[in-house]
C-alpha cells in the first residue's frame, strides 16, 4: 500500500477543490465570450479547447524521478519536473510558479527522507490541500546512512543509485497511477519500464566485475553512494563531505583523517559529483600526490543531452563505467 501525505477524502471541498471549480468557471466565462465574438457555439469552442489534453497533471521533484514518471506516462499525462539538470536536490528552491504547480497537479512523486530539504513545507502544504503526494524512497527499504550497518542515526534518501529498488518504486508509481486514473493500463508501461532496468542492473553487474575485490573501496564527494556500494559489493571508506547532505562543510580535521584513511586503504580515487564544485576534493587529492584523482559521477541530477547520463538508466550505467573504469586497474 502506497503511503501518501494526504488523501482525498471527506465530504468538505478543500482550498484545491474550490480553486479548481473557480479555474474551471472562469474557463467557462472566458470559452462563452470567444463563442459569442466569433459565431461559434460554446460546445464547439469546448470540444476544440480539450483537443491535446494532456490528461493527468504530475509533479516530479528532481529530474532522475522526472524521467522514472515519463517512462512511464508517456503521452497519457504531462510531467511537471521542478528541479533542472545539473541543480543540487539539497540546496534547491522552488519558484513561485513551481509551487504552484505542486498545489494543481493530480499527483507530486517526491523523494522524501530529508532530500528536497526546501521542499518540505511546500510539499506538506499541497497534501493539506487534497493533493496526493507519495515519498517514494521510504517505500523503499530504505538503508540507513553508512550501508547496511548503519552509521547513522537517519536514513539514505540516495534510493535511485540502486537499479533494482527503482524497480519496486516504479511498481509503486504504477499502482497510484491506476487508483487515480484506472482506465489506462500503467501497470504494463510500469513492467516495461521495471525491465529496462532489470537489464540495466544487469549490465552493471557485468561492467563492475573487472574490479577486483581489494579495490572496491569508495571514497566520495558525500554519503551518496551508499547504495550502490550495498548493491554491488563496495564498502564507502570515507566522504569529503561527511555527512549525507552536501550542504555540510568539511573541517580541517576531518579532511586530516580523510587523507590518513585514503592512504592506509590504498585508495587513490574521489569520486565527485557534477553538481558540486571539486575544489576540495581536488586539494585532498593534491595532498595525496600524483597517482590520486577525481572522478565526476552524476549522483543528484540527470545530466545534459550527450552526456551519457541524460536518463536514469544512462546515468547509472555511466556511473558504473565511469567507476570501473577508475578502480579496474
Known sequence: MITVLNSKVGLRPTRREVRRRTELLASIVLVAIIAAACGGTVEEDATASTEGNPGLRIVATTTILGDVVS???????????????????HDFQASAAQIASVNRADLVIANGLGLEESLTDVLASAADDGVTVVEL??????????????????????????????????????????????????????????????AAHEA??????????????????????????DRYGF??????????????????????????????????????????????????????????????LFTGSLGEAGSGADTLIGLLTTNADRIASALAG
Do not use: K
Open 235 to 296: 564498502l564507502v571508506v570515507g566522504t569529503v563531505i561527511p555527512a549525507g547532505s552536501t550542504l555540510a562543510d568539511p573541517s580541517s580535521e576531518a579532511l586530516a583523517e580523510l587523507i590518513e584513511v585514503m592512504q592506509r586503504e590504498g585508495v587513490s580515487v574521489i569520486f565527485g559529483e557534477t553538481t558540486q564544485p571539486d575544489a576540495i576534493a581536488d586539494a585532498v587529492a593534491a595532498e595525496l600526490g600524483q597517482e590520486a584523482q577525481v572522478v565526476e
Open 204 to 229: 552493471i553487474v557485468a561492467r563492475l566485475s573487472a574490479i577486483p575485490g581489494e579495490r572496491r573501496r569508495l571514497v566520495t564527494n558525500h554519503d551518496a553512494l551508499g547504495y550502490f556500494a
Open 137 to 198: 524512497a521510504p517505500l523503499l527499504d530504505p538503508l540507513p546512512f553508512g550501508g547496511s550497518n548503519g552509521a547513522q542515526d537517519s536514513d539514505d534518501p540516495h534510493v535511485w543509485l540502486d537499479p533494482l529498488r527503482m524497480v519496486e518504486g516504479v511498481r509503486l508509481i504504477g499502482a497510484e497511477l491506476a487508483a487515480i486514473q484506472p482506465a489506462i493500463d500503467w501497470s504494463s508501461a510500469a513492467d516495461a519500464y521495471a525491465t529496462d532496468l532489470t
Open 71 to 89: 517512462n512511464i506516462v508517456g503521452t497519457d499525462g504531462a510531467v511537471d519536473v521542478l528541479m533542472p539538470r545539473g541543480a543540487d536536490p
